[in-house]
């Protein structure tokens, strides 16, 4: 039986991934007079940037000054991402999750304040019953260390569990976790090649939840 659902945040809760690419994008092209595709970036996408940066050096035969491009790109992101709306499906999804007596939970690769921020201003950070990032575990995804740290803070099982996901690297540590992952590609991820999910929507709003609950009691 389903117990608790698991949300990433980034290009999930809100489509912060398409800003941060166009900041990387440009970043990449003034700096280093290099173009970055869209299929290069989702390498990093819900995990640790310095998996983009070592391939783009390696490419480059150089070094990339991160600290430069944060400097540079951090003040870009809050001020481009500040008043992004919450994703489709998504508030109906977590109100219906508690009505129907189901916990929830983000486990998210940002650092704490990001999310914290974001789901305070679209006022839904009172629905969630524990949130886990970055600063609490070992390694990021495509580990599966923030999954089992949710559900450790949740007291279920793996099984108990569901997790939407944008990303191939959440896919790959949801799978690890032994949690059944539902993956739900955005405009930046939407060319990964995703395989071994529980299934795959075009938006949170197609997914029907007592449907779901209700497949899981009969099984």
Not at 33 to 39: N, T
Not at 142 to 166: G, Q, R, Y
Not at 201 to 211: D, G, I, Q, R, Y
Request: net charge negative; proline share 4%; aromatic share 10%.
């Amino acid at each position: 039986m389903t117990k608790a659902i698991i949300f990433d945040f980034d290009g999930l809760i809100v489509d912060t991934e398409t800003v941060w690419y166009s900041i990387y994008k440009d970043y990449f092209q003034s700096v280093h007079d290099y173009h970055l595709s869209l299929e290069e970036f989702t390498i990093c996408v819900g995990s640790d940037s310095k998996v983009l940066f070592q391939q783009i050096e390696g490419k480059l035969n150089t070094t990339i000054d991160i600290d430069q491009f944060y400097e540079q790109g951090r003040p870009l992101f809050i001020e481009r991402s500040n008043h992004l709306p919450i994703m489709e499906g998504v508030e109906e999804l977590i109100l219906q999750a508690k009505d129907l007596g189901l916990k929830v939970a983000l486990a998210t690769s940002s650092q704490k304040e990001r999310p914290l921020y974001h789901l305070d201003r679209l006022g839904i950070l009172r629905h969630f019953d524990a949130i886990t990032t970055s600063s609490e575990i070992k390694n990021r995804k495509p580990a599966p260390d923030l999954f089992l740290k949710s559900i450790e803070k949740l007291d279920i099982e793996p099984h108990e569990a569901i997790i939407f996901e944008d990303s191939n690297n959440g896919l790959i540590a949801g799978i690890t976790a032994q949690i059944p992952v539902i993956v739900v590609p955005n405009s930046i991820t939407r060319h990964s090649n995703f395989d071994g999910y529980y299934d795959k929507l075009e938006s949170v709003a197609h997914f029907n939840l007592k449907e779901h609950l209700k497949q899981k009691s009969d099984s």
